[in-house]
Each structure stands twice: as structure tokens, then as C-alpha cells.
């Protein structure tokens, strides 16, 4: 990657979660459709899982490897302290918020309204042993990477 930029923010998601959002957001035509729960019993379930998980090993893999400023944000993190996630990316940008408007407009409003409602399907455990390991092993390599950099493995989202 030669970047044409000299800071970058990655935020990491848990692979299970981010497979099946994704899954849904592509199998249901947007971000806030479901998905018949049946659709994760098919092969392409499968096949999906399979590509996508290495591909977000590879997009992790090519951010941790970006040679500029970066800073990695955690998804969990980012949902357990919006406060404190949102000012450590101000602060990277440039543009601290303290206690300013803004942020306090960012906090009040945490779940925001373009979010797909809870389903079976996120709720369940849908991936078969074969699944688990493919999965499994992305994500410790993921999580080796950022040990090399000194910063915080990706824990599961329960």
C-alpha cells in the first residue's frame, strides 16, 4: 500500500459480528432489512463466511502494516465509552471536543435510529465447527498483529 495520506483510524469489529451484519446487509438490501433466518443455512452462508472472514483479516492485516500515524479504535470500546472513544479520534484529528457541544450531541443519542432491529440470527450461534476454526484462526492472526504493534487484542462481542 503506498498511502497518499499520512494518518489513518482503523476501527476493528469482532469477525462474527462483522459477518453477520454484513451477511444481512447484503442478503437484505440495506442496513436496517433482516434476512430470513433460513438464508444462513445455505452454502452461500458458508462460501460467504469463508471469503469475507479472510478478506477482514487481510483489510486488518493491511491497516496494522500502514506505515503513518495510526490509531486503532475497537468497536466495543467505541460502544461501552462513546465518550471517551470519540475524543480519543478527535484528539488523533486534531480537533479536540472535551466536553463541547458536539460531543455531548454524540453522546446523547448512542443507539441512533439507522440500526437493524435485533433478530434471531444475531442472537444464535450460526457457524458449524468448520466455521468456528476458519473464523477462529483470522482472528488470532489479527490479534498477533496487533500484539506486534503493543496494542489491545479484539476480544468477542457477546
Avoid at 467505541?78 to 471536543?97: C, H, M, N, W, Y
Amino acid at each position: 500500500m503506498t498511502p497518499d495520506f499520512h494518518a489513518a483510524i482503523l476501527i476493528l469489529r469482532d469477525p462474527y459480528k462483522v459477518l453477520k451484519s454484513f451477511f444481512q446487509f447484503r442478503s437484505a438490501g440495506g442496513h436496517v432489512n433482516v434476512v430470513d433466518q433460513e438464508a444462513f443455512n445455505s452454502t452461500g452462508w458458508n462460501d460467504f463466511v469463508m471469503g469475507i472472514s479472510k478478506r477482514w483479516a487481510h483489510h486488518a492485516e493491511s491497516w496494522l502494516n500502514f506505515p503513518n500515524r495510526l490509531l486503532v479504535v475497537q468497536y466495543t470500546d467505541l460502544k461501552q465509552d462513546t465518550a471517551k472513544e470519540v475524543g480519543r479520534i478527535s484528539d488523533f484529528l486534531g480537533f479536540p471536543l472535551s466536553e463541547s457541544e458536539r460531543l455531548k450531541c454524540v453522546t446523547e443519542d448512542v443507539q441512533g435510529n439507522f440500526k437493524r432491529n435485533s433478530t434471531t440470527a444475531e442472537e444464535t450461534d450460526l457457524f458449524t465447527p468448520e466455521m468456528h476454526e476458519y473464523v477462529d484462526l483470522n482472528l488470532q492472526y489479527v490479534n498477533d498483529l496487533l500484539k506486534n504493534r503493543t496494542l489491545k487484542e479484539l476480544g468477542r462481542e457477546l
